[in-house]
Nanobody, 125 residues
Framework: VEDLTESGGGSVQPGGSLTLTCAAA?????????VGWFRQAPGQEREELAS???????TYYRGPVKGRFTISQGNDIKVYLRMNNLKSEDTATYYC??????????????????WGQGTQVTVST
C-alpha cells in the first residue's frame, strides 16, 4: 500500500483543464501536514508548484502556475490540484508529496519525506 497515490493525469489540448487527485492511505498522512504538488519534465529538476498546510488551509503557489492552478483539500485523505489553461510547457510527470508541519519552514522537493509515484500530464495538439 502506497502512502500517496496520484491520479487524474492524461492528455489534453492547450487551454484545457485537468484535476489531479492525491489520495492518502489514511487520514493521518495529511493531518497537520504540508501537502505539495510538484512536476518533473525529462531532463529537468523536480519543480514545486503549490502546497497547502492542512491545519489552517493556507495555500502557497509558485509564480509560473499562480492564477492557473488551484490546490485544495477535499477531505482528510484527498488533496486536489485543479489545472486550468494548460500549456504545452506544463507537460510533465506530476507528483504529490507530504511532510509534517507548516509549509513555510522549508522550500523544495528535498523538504518532503513522503511521495507518490506520479501521474503523467501531456498537453499537445
Amino acid at each position: 500500500v502506497e502512502d500517496l497515490t496520484e491520479s487524474g493525469g492524461g492528455s489534453v489540448q492547450p487551454g484545457g483543464s485537468l484535476t489531479l487527485t492525491c489520495a492518502a492511505a489514511d487520514e493521518y498522512v495529511f493531518r497537520y501536514s504540508c501537502v505539495g504538488w510538484f512536476r518533473q519534465a525529462p531532463g529537468q529538476e523536480r519543480e514545486e508548484l503549490a502546497s497547502i498546510f492542512t491545519l489552517t488551509g493556507k495555500t502557497y503557489y509558485r509564480g509560473p502556475v499562480k492564477g492557473r492552478f488551484t490546490i485544495s483539500q477535499g477531505n482528510d485523505i484527498k488533496v486536489y490540484l485543479r489545472m486550468n489553461n494548460l500549456k504545452s510547457e506544463d507537460t510533465a510527470t506530476y507528483y504529490c508529496a507530504a511532510r509534517q508541519g507548516s509549509c513555510d519552514v522549508c522550500d523544495g522537493a528535498a523538504c518532503f519525506s513522503t511521495w507518490g509515484q506520479g501521474t503523467q500530464v501531456t498537453v499537445s495538439t
